[in-house]
């Protein structure tokens, strides 16, 4: 499933016993993990186990096994898995226990994970469209206190191509100086930097057009940064 159809799943409460999380966009990542760590309330303490780099599979099932306390679920969230033989995990996941919610991490499918992938409900964190990152900005803008227009959040996209967590605190920062207001393409020119990539396109294109002035002040902020 997409990131954008995780949650609307999730509160189904038709839940899988495993999960894969993977992809390129690392604010996506930690929003899916955000939303299962919710399945630990309200008692995380007890009902929410992360592992990192699990020495073996026997370490992910007995945190699998262990019944919820004072809660309905139990989260477990492994990471960093390695070359850890799953095998057994994959026979776990033949019977598995019906209150836990196991979550792999990683951002590229791990060789490990491969004998137990049709077991695995796989949570595609990859890029969003640009359609998508429009709304998720426009959304965003009013529950921080402030309007953005069509142009300036096209130019923030532009600008952190594309990249969640980019946007995501650009934007904050956005807000909070134009709380109450509405943010212009200005205000993103003054107060965001441009990203690499979008630095050597603007680049690419003032020498297309044959805009020396554009061209040479673009190559200085790229050499200077």
Not at 143 to 151: D, K, M, P, V
Not at 194 to 217: H, M, T
Request: proline residues 5%.
């Amino acid at each position: 499933m997409l990131f954008g159809e995780l949650k609307k799943h999730i509160k189904t409460g038709e839940l899988y016993p495993a999960y894969l999380v993977t992809g390129e966009d690392a604010f996506l990542i930690a929003s899916s993990l955000k939303f299962f760590r919710a399945l630990a309330e309200p008692v995380p303490d007890f009902n929410l186990s992360e592992i990192s780099a699990p020495e073996s599979a026997a370490t992910i099932i007995e945190a699998c096994e262990s019944l919820p306390l004072a809660g309905e679920r139990r989260v477990v969230i492994v990471g960093q898995i390695g070359k850890t033989d799953l095998s057994a995990v994959g026979k776990y996941l033949d019977d598995p226990c019906p209150t836990t919610t196991l979550v792999f991490v990683s951002a590229k499918p791990e060789p490990v994970l491969a004998k137990i992938m049709p077991k695995l409900a796989v949570v595609d964190c990859s890029k969003l469209n640009r359609k998508t990152i429009l709304s998720w900005i426009a959304a965003n803008s009013k529950e921080y206190g402030a309007g953005i227009t069509g142009s300036a959040a096209e130019l923030l996209i532009d600008y952190c191509a594309c990249d969640m967590s980019r946007i995501s605190a650009e934007l904050n920062k956005l807000c909070s100086y134009r709380v109450g207001g509405v943010i212009s393409e200005e205000d993103v020119v003054q107060l965001t930097a441009p990203d690499v990539d979008f630095k050597i396109f603007a680049l690419s294109e003032a020498v297309a057009g044959r805009n020396a002035g554009k061209a040479a002040a673009v190559l200085k902020n790229l050499t200077e940064s």
